[in-house]
């Protein structure tokens, strides 16, 4: 069935504002997705502060176009919704998509996105989407400068020892 102009309209605004707020984007590609399994993944990527909509990739390609990002937009196959998210942690909307593909054994794949105002790949998104989060990236960074530290106590402790 035909979508009318009017709401045509409508989702190219909507799929805009999205665009428009949107720290970073992943293009997701979902293909024999069970009604349960799509419920759920919404529901996870609700709770993560994930957002996810699915429009006419027509209506998408205007909206992105649009925007203005900088590089070559990537082919859109198959039917594609966008993940954005507005936070702080940028990598969180494909790296949720990431996580569920392995989940559902492909049923959902990242197929591109948008990352710091730029068209990426696939490649480049399924990278992006296997760096951790941002809190283990923190804590891995304390542990870098705790190193040094530790094994001067532990050295210094060896010393004391040697001394008694």
């Given amino acids: 069935m035909a979508i009318t102009k009017d709401k045509k309209r409508d989702i190219l605004a909507k799929v805009g504002e999205a665009l428009a707020e949107a720290t970073s984007v992943a293009f997701v590609s979902f293909s024999k997705l069970t009604v349960m399994d799509a419920s759920a993944m919404r529901r996870a990527l609700k709770q993560e502060g994930v957002r996810y909509f699915v429009a006419k990739k027509t209506l998408m390609r205007r909206a992105l176009i649009e925007r203005g990002?900088?590089?070559?937009?990537?082919?859109?196959?198959?039917?594609?919704?966008?993940?954005?998210?507005?936070?702080?942690?940028?990598?969180?909307?494909?790296?949720?998509?990431?996580?569920?593909?392995?989940?559902?054994?492909?049923?959902?794949?990242?197929?591109?996105?948008?990352?710091?105002?730029?068209?990426?790949?696939?490649e480049q998104i399924t990278a992006i989407a296997t760096i951790p989060p941002l809190l283990v990236l923190r804590g891995m960074f304390v542990n870098v400068i705790n190193s040094p530290i530790q094994g001067l106590v532990i050295a210094l402790d060896k010393i004391r020892e040697a001394k008694v």
């Fill in 69 to 122: 990002y900088t590089g070559e937009m990537p082919s859109l196959p198959g039917e594609v919704a966008l993940a954005w998210t507005t936070g702080e942690d940028t990598t969180v909307p494909s790296r949720s998509i990431y996580t569920f593909g392995k989940k559902l054994k492909g049923a959902v794949t990242l197929v591109g996105g948008v990352f710091e105002g730029a068209f990426r790949d696939a």
